[in-house]
């Protein structure tokens, strides 16, 4: 079955140690993004690729990054976890950014800063 | 600006009543609205969508969604309740332009009690 996948499921950190999350898709669509979900509250965008071109929400802090090498993978980069930075990370794609594209989660990555 | 707000926090309803799920929008031209649902410690799960068309929108595990532009709203409704429906619900509104983002909702959390 075509779908989004996240690696790994769960995921302890140290403060300010470097941390990366991984997400990849069998559905070949174009656009990836980056949400993070604290404590069951509306997922937040943090950025998106649309093919190769990297789109940065204004307010996302720049300890935040993002790497796309292929079609498959996007990873998203945590150059120094805060405690803040705890919560579900959701990696979600959709073929175009058009306004009738439904965006396809994975099924996240929970982060944990110790 | 454009938003969707989700009025109660919390819906309770017993197993084989008919439920209900409230969301208005705010946005500037044609709405595009979709419906999520997320259960514990997984990612977002695509329900149903409404472009344009039909008012009532058919999606997936019985659940349909009532467009009314009118009153702004994009309710969620499913004529008999399950147990395993309980989960966390969120509706989303996709911005205008070609960013492909969307916008969420807070979310609702359905409690369907046998």
């Known amino acids: 079955d075509a779908m989004v996948i996240q690696n790994p499921r769960y995921q302890v950190t140290q403060f300010g140690k470097p941390v990366t999350l991984s997400c990849s898709q069998t559905l070949n669509h174009n656009v990836m993004y980056w949400y993070q979900q604290k404590s069951s509250q509306a997922p937040k965008l943090l950025f998106h690729?649309?093919?190769?071109?990297?789109?940065n929400e204004a307010d996302t802090p720049d300890n935040f990054q993002s790497r796309r090498p292929n079609t498959s993978f996007c990873f998203l980069d945590i150059r120094s976890p805060g405690l803040g930075d705890a919560a579900m990370y959701l990696c979600a794609t959709s073929g175009r950014r058009m306004g009738s594209d439904t965006q396809y989660f994975g099924p996240g990555t929970r982060l944990t800063v110790l | 600006a454009q938003s969707v707000a989700q009025p109660e926090d919390q819906v309770n309803v017993a197993e084989g009543n008919p439920l209900t799920v409230k969301c208005t929008y705010s946005?500037?031209?044609?709405?595009?609205l979709f419906w999520y649902v997320q259960y514990p410690n997984r990612g977002l799960q695509f329900l149903l969508k409404?472009?344009?068309?039909?008012?009532l929108v058919k999606g997936s595990y019985g659940f349909e969604a009532e467009f009314n532009k009118s009153q702004t709203s994009f309710h969620l409704k499913k004529p008999s309740a399950l147990v395993s429906d309980s989960a966390l619900y969120f509706c989303a509104v996709r911005v205008t332009g070609n960013t492909g983002k969307l916008i969420f909702g807070q979310g609702t959390t359905l409690q369907v009690k046998p």
């Open positions: 409404y472009i344009t068309g039909d008012n």
């Open positions: 946005v500037s031209g044609n709405p595009y």
């Open positions: 690729y649309y093919d190769k071109d990297f789109n």
